[in-house]
């Protein structure tokens, strides 16, 4: 019967225990969110694939800010993308958002000089559960490539100025 008290006594302290943390933690100053994209541009000239991974703050609701690092392939080549990503929410739905973002920054790739870009678009933000989305959108991309000519004639290089449009589906975390 002792043995069972003391075992009893430390079953009730250890539940205790467990239960006694707060409630309700104090709330992040800044929430994280986290998203993999991928992408995919289907306009001429250059039909494209790309995949990014995009961490950065939620201020509130209606604003995110964050930076990514992504793969993309074209009949260019393969380059690797750096971004600093920005997504604005508008309510539409009780688990629906309109989205509108805008994603730029450069491109390198060591066979090429790297160049810029930018990426505006819209889409809808499907809300899951709490700390998931689904997100759809579709976009226009301007990038400036650098490209070599095998002519003596004109100048060496040249900028090929790309315009697409294309499709994207996030995972946001």
């Given at each position: ?24 933690p104090a709330p992040r ?145």
């Amino acid at each position: 019967m002792k043995k069972f008290s003391v075992l009893l006594a430390l079953l009730l302290l250890a539940t205790g225990a467990v239960s006694a943390k707060p409630k309700h933690p104090a709330p992040r100053l800044f929430p994280y969110q986290g998203e993999v994209s991928l992408r995919g541009a289907v306009s001429a000239p250059t039909p494209g694939l790309g995949i990014s991974y995009i961490n950065g703050v939620r201020f509130n609701p209606y604003l995110f800010v964050g930076g990514g690092i992504g793969l993309h392939s074209n009949d260019y080549g393969i380059y690797v993308p750096l971004s600093l990503d920005i997504k604005g929410y508008i309510p539409v739905g009780r688990h629906t958002d309109f989205m509108f973002f805008c994603d730029g920054g450069l491109m390198f790739d060591p066979e090429h000089p790297s160049h810029g870009f930018i990426r505006p678009g819209f889409g809808l933000n499907f809300h899951v559960v709490k700390s998931f989305a689904i997100n759809i959108g579709f976009y226009y991309e301007y990038a400036p490539y650098e490209r070599n000519r095998n002519s003596t004639e004109l100048p060496s290089t040249y900028t090929q100025r790309i315009h697409s449009i294309g499709f994207a589906l996030g995972f946001s975390f």
